[in-house]
């Protein structure tokens, strides 16, 4: 994966996830207008808006710099004759040679050789920040009667080395539609290399996805359809893996698709029929194939015989209880030569009714110690290890944790920034609790919940999982700040496919556990039905009560 970016390493806890660096006339009521509106859907971004120039707003800009991961930086026609852009965009290449800020360039509307060589409208601009005769110095600065000539070098030296940079030209993505939506897409990546296992060379392991890649017999391009299986508990990372799997060995196939949550998909009446189209929609990278059945037309089947492909399909379970794999992708048979399936699941069984060999089946095992402190250490001290008075009860958090990293994150992240006394709190909850499990350490974050953010939580688990972002805010009304601490909790995740929101099988388990206990024998007084059967015996019996939020229906 040696795509991923460098993990940010700061002495400066990250408040903010993106920072936007932008000459406000130029773009605000348009371009970066939209652009904030969409990285606010997911990220926490700082836009300074309101805000008065003058001396005393500098103090806040340059803090708001330090504390975030991520530096937006849009050039536009007239950015350089802001003295205030240039002023942060100095700050920020600072802030990445000193402590390797990612920062991505976006150049609106202006040519990137016009912001690297100051040539254009950046002359024009330079030229207006000095007099006639010396463009270096001269004309009123915001400290002192005169511009230093330093001051200005490292105006240009700071957009010559940011126009370097990878970024985005408006001049080569259009509508800004599309180009906003590959910007966000972009941060989200750079984010996830980041916040999820932080290295995952170093984590997840080089040699663990060296090996499993090893298993599909990449280089015997005559070999049959070869299925390899991914299983594990939940939360242990088996999705990330098969991800970086996935983003290492896509280009050597024809057609590829990785399909997510298929257990969800297939308990649906059309779920079989959805499944194959989608397969077909990403394979044949988005072509219109007329698909109304499990029975596919047969130019698309010989089409398929004679085509390598890669599937991915994630969370397959209780398969026996649906239709075998041999529906699901038309019979294993009838993929090309060298075509290869990774089916990622809890349940081993499961992997062998798939026709997965048992020599074929990786098992994903947790973190060890030390792994498990590093990562559980970024996400409460935002460092590799702990403060030495705080070392006992990390190591005990960690244990309680067995290793599982969607546990490290969640409990590690509902402790961020939180005093000796607090970790000992938490500690001294799961001593008694005696019978503890996966369940009770994640259950540490929903209790540290306000009463609202329980409530969205528990409507996200039991019904609105799956659902666009904008869709629950309107049923849920004034709810974005809410989600927003989900998502920063890592309770939730928006995905980037249409910006639903999705939640890990485990937390969604964990949820709907939740609300059986509110009344284990009558559901009747529980504030969510979602099992059709509890659903029914409520209304026929009339035995709701006012404690219920919703429920769900399947018309």
């Known amino acids: 994966m040696s795509n991923l970016q460098s993990t940010p390493s700061s002495s400066t806890t990250a408040k903010y996830d993106v920072f936007l660096n932008f000459r ?5 009521d348009c371009f970066t207008c939209h652009l904030h509106s969409a990285l606010q859907q997911k990220f926490l971004t700082f836009i300074d808006d309101g805000l008065e120039k003058g001396e005393g707003i500098w103090p806040t800009l340059k ?24 002023r942060e965009l100095v700050e920020i290449m600072e802030r990445k040679k000193m402590h390797n800020q990612i920062v991505v360039p976006v150049f609106y509307h202006v040519d990137p050789s016009d912001v690297r060589k100051q040539t254009g409208s950046f002359k024009a601009s330079f030229d207006k920040h000095g007099n006639e005769s010396q463009a270096l110095c001269g004309c009123l600065s915001l400290f002192s009667n005169k511009e230093s000539q330093e001051e200005v070098q490292k105006w240009r030296e700071a957009l010559t080395e940011a126009s370097g940079l990878g970024g985005f030209d408006s001049s080569k993505t259009r509508p800004d539609t599309t180009l906003i939506g590959q910007i966000v897409k972009d941060i989200e990546t750079k984010l996830m290399s980041e916040n999820t ?31 390899i299986g991914i299983w594990g508990m939940g939360g242990i990372g088996k999705t990330y893996i098969a991800r970086a799997i996935f983003e290492n060995i896509s280009n050597q196939f024809e057609g590829v698709c990785f399909i997510e949550n298929v257990r969800e998909r297939l308990q649906n009446s059309a779920g079989l029929v959805s499944l194959q189209k989608e397969i077909l929609s990403q394979v044949f990278k988005g072509k219109n194939l007329k698909l109304d059945g499990p029975i596919i037309p047969s130019i698309i089947k010989e089409i398929l015989n004679r085509t390598g492909v890669l599937i991915v399909l994630d969370n397959v379970e209780d398969i026996d209880a ?31 009714l798939c026709g997965v060999n048992d020599q074929n089946i990786f098992e994903v095992k947790g973190f060890k110690d030390q792994d498990a402190l590093q990562l559980f250490c970024n996400c409460v001290f935002d460092k590799n290890c702990p403060p030495e008075d705080r070392m006992v009860l990390s190591n005990e958090l960690i244990n309680y944790s067995k290793g599982n990293p969607l546990a490290l994150i969640v409990l590690g992240k509902s ?3 939180k005093s000796k006394q607090e970790l000992e709190s938490v500690v001294n909850t799961l001593r008694t609790n005696l019978n503890r499990g996966i369940f009770d350490v994640l ?14 939580f528990l409507d996200i688990a039991c019904f609105l999982k799956g659902q666009n ?21 890592s309770l939730i995740t928006i995905s980037n496919h249409r910006g639903t929101i999705q939640m890990h099988d485990l937390l969604e388990e964990m949820g709907r556990e939740i609300v059986s206990i509110e009344s284990p024998n009558n559901p009747g007084k529980r504030s969510w039905l979602w099992r059709q059967e509890d659903v029914q015996n409520t209304l026929k019996y009339d035995e709701g009560t006012s404690a219920v939020r919703g429920i769900v229906l399947d018309l």
């Open 24 to 28: 406000g006339e130029d773009t605000r």
């Open 443 to 456: 259950k540490i974050s929903y209790d540290g919940l306000d009463y609202r953010e329980k409530n969205i």
């Open 415 to 417: 402790l961020y920034r």
């Open 322 to 352: 649906y239709l075998p794999l041999e529906n699901l992708v038309w019979g294993v048979d009838r993929l090309g030569i060298g075509s290869r399936i990774v089916i990622i699941s809890r349940d081993k069984h499961v992997q062998q």
């Open 63 to 86: 803090g708001a710099i330090e504390q975030s991961k991520i530096s937006v930086v849009i050039f536009s026609k007239d950015y350089a004759s802001s003295k205030w852009c240039l």
């Open 469 to 489: 972002r904008d869709y629950v805010e309107k049923i849920l009304g004034d709810c974005h700040c809410s989600l927003s601490v989900l998502i920063h909790k």
């Open 197 to 227: 296992p932080h290295d995952i060379k170093g984590l997840i392991g080089h040699e663990r996805i060296k090996y499993i890649i090893s298993l599909l017999c990449l280089d015997d391009v005559r070999t049959n359809v070869q299925i």
